[in-house]
């Protein structure tokens, strides 16, 4: 089992920047995968980005490269930078881990809105 709690989340102004935090706890040295989605209500659930723990490669979702960066503490921490901050990315945001068993984990999930 793997436990997710994130933080971070709030209202910002369009162009402002935000930092979301995830702690993960429980079986970590199962985690090969960290990553980033987010909802809003009436539509699925989307990758905003992630890591591979092993290559430290990173993955974007197109509307979001170039202004969120994903990083991370070992598998214990995962943040998520985000930079110009547009409305359009308003939506509750989820840290994900999936482990080697193909099992994915999520945490409760943070609202962001960007609204002027």
């Known amino acids: 089992q793997v436990q997710l709690v994130e933080t971070g989340g709030g209202l910002v102004q369009p162009g402002g920047s935000l930092r979301l935090s995830c702690e993960a706890s429980g079986r970590l040295f199962t985690v090969y995968n960290m990553g980033w989605y ?10 905003v980005a992630r890591m591979d723990i092993g ?38 945001y989820f840290c994900n881990v999936v482990t080697y068993g193909a099992t994915n984990y999520w945490g409760q999930g943070t609202q962001v809105t960007v609204s002027s």
């Open 55 to 92: 290559s430290n490669r990173a993955d974007y979702a197109d509307s979001v490269k170039g202004r969120f960066t994903i990083s991370r503490d070992s598998t214990k921490m995962v943040w998520l930078q985000m930079t110009s901050l547009k409305p359009e990315d308003t939506a509750v």
């Open 38 to 47: 987010r909802q809003v209500p009436g539509k699925e659930r989307e990758l």
